[in-house]
């Protein structure tokens, strides 16, 4: 770890009153003992950025190969950040991230996850802030209520959550149901962006696009 990295670290540490090894920190072991961890997201995120870019690569959800793409397109690079969610202590990390992305934009709103990558990441950040979550499916129901959007209503505020975005078709999609059903989209937000066209798509729609990385800051190792 060079001398910047160091001293972030036991800047948070201390913040956090937390002990100090000296060496290096460990982001998951800090958030588990942190009684606040937003707090320590809110004094570090910089650090723990960098920190989740680094494990998505050494977790390997990033795939080489030749493979097509929800919208189409063909990539020789597929992220499979469905699997992150086998890694409860990263999981936390990516959702305390998000959390904090979106607070510093929304007071309050319900969680919307993209179907189905943006289901799980959804109900985390909804865990964490304590907002409602919902989803919005591929299609219609074909039974019972034949709804497209589950668990918000007519009325409500919401920020719709994917977890990787190439063109954006798959928010906007998502932004069009919940105003078809009388939803407000206050905020589009993604785990991580490839930067094929997210930004504008969204905002085609009037709505604000944030993410928490791009695939080049992935690729390349988050810089603070």
């Known amino acids: 770890m060079d001398l910047d990295r160091y001293m972030l670290a036991h800047t948070v540490a201390s913040i956090a009153d937390l002990p100090w090894t000296g060496s290096k920190l460990d982001a998951e072991a800090l958030l588990e003992a942190s009684p606040d961890p937003l707090a320590i997201i809110n004094f570090g995120q910089c650090y723990l950025k960098s920190y989740l870019a680094r494990k998505i690569n050494e977790l390997e959800l990033v795939k080489r190969g030749s493979f097509i793409l929800a919208s189409g397109k063909r990539s020789d690079i597929y992220i499979d950040m469905r699997k992150l ?38 109900a985390h950040v909804s865990v964490t802030l304590g907002w409602p979550m919902g989803y919005v499916r591929p299609k219609r129901k074909e039974h019972g209520q034949m709804k497209l959007v589950e668990g918000v209503e007519e009325g409500m505020k919401a920020v719709v959550l994917d977890d990787v975005t190439t063109t954006g078709k798959s928010l906007a999609q998502s932004i069009d149901a919940l105003r078809e059903s009388g939803i407000e989209v206050v905020l589009a937000a993604s785990l991580l962006d490839r930067e094929e066209g997210s930004t504008l798509e969204v905002g085609s729609r009037g709505v604000e696009f944030v993410r928490l990385l791009t695939l080049n800051e992935v690729l390349r190792g988050f810089q603070c």
């Open 85 to 122: 969610w086998a890694f409860p202590k990263i999981a936390r990390i990516a959702s305390l991230l998000m959390a904090a992305l979106i607070k510093e934009k929304v007071k309050y709103a319900a969680l919307v996850g993209v179907a189905t990558g943006g289901i799980p990441l959804a």
